[in-house]
């Protein structure tokens, strides 16, 4: 679905660090941050990194994506943004899309029932316009076709409370 390594990741939500540190380990030169709002999954992601010896380019941030989309260290600077069970696509997309730099991918995984999701309209709301159709069921790519206003993301908790699409 992604082609060859990205010089700069991040994972969204990383939870367990499904996808994050199954890439960092399949793209040895690529560097990744994961980024989780949970102190105790953070604790586990540290441990993981340090453990498979990733320390030196995967680092491990405990914040809210709100949040973290809105700081200069992070903001337009990910060539790829992956996301699992993040949230819905209107969520997914006002959280994801900050972190891109221009022609960056946010690759999302989708429930297998999805249907047409991720309206144009909506999309282009944070800079974003649907990828190539993807090989990898259950799917979705999107480019970052322009930076991401700086209005969004918006407030922590807002996306998820009033969702733009």
Not at 26 to 54: K, N
Request: hydrophobic letters at 45%; proline letters at 10%.
């Amino acid at each position: 679905m992604l082609g060859a390594a990205p010089a700069r990741a991040l994972d969204l939500g990383s939870g367990a660090g499904v996808p994050g540190l199954v890439l960092a380990l399949h793209w040895p030169e690529s560097r990744w941050i994961l980024l989780d709002a949970g102190v105790r999954r953070a604790t586990v992601l540290t441990q993981a990194v340090t453990a498979l010896g990733l320390d030196a380019r995967v680092g491990v941030v405990c914040a809210r994506a709100e949040e973290a989309g809105q700081n200069p260290a992070h903001r337009g600077h990910y060539d790829l943004v992956t996301a699992r069970s993040f949230g819905a696509p209107a969520v997914t997309a006002e959280c994801g899309a900050p972190f891109l730099r221009v022609g960056g991918i946010l690759a999302v995984t989708e429930p297998p029932d999805a249907t047409s999701r991720w309206p144009v309209e909506g999309l282009a709301t944070f800079g974003l316009a649907p990828g190539a159709s993807s090989t990898t069921p259950n799917a979705q790519q999107l480019i970052a076709v322009s930076p991401c206003p700086d209005r969004y993301p918006r407030r922590t908790g807002v996306p998820a409370k009033r969702p733009l699409f």
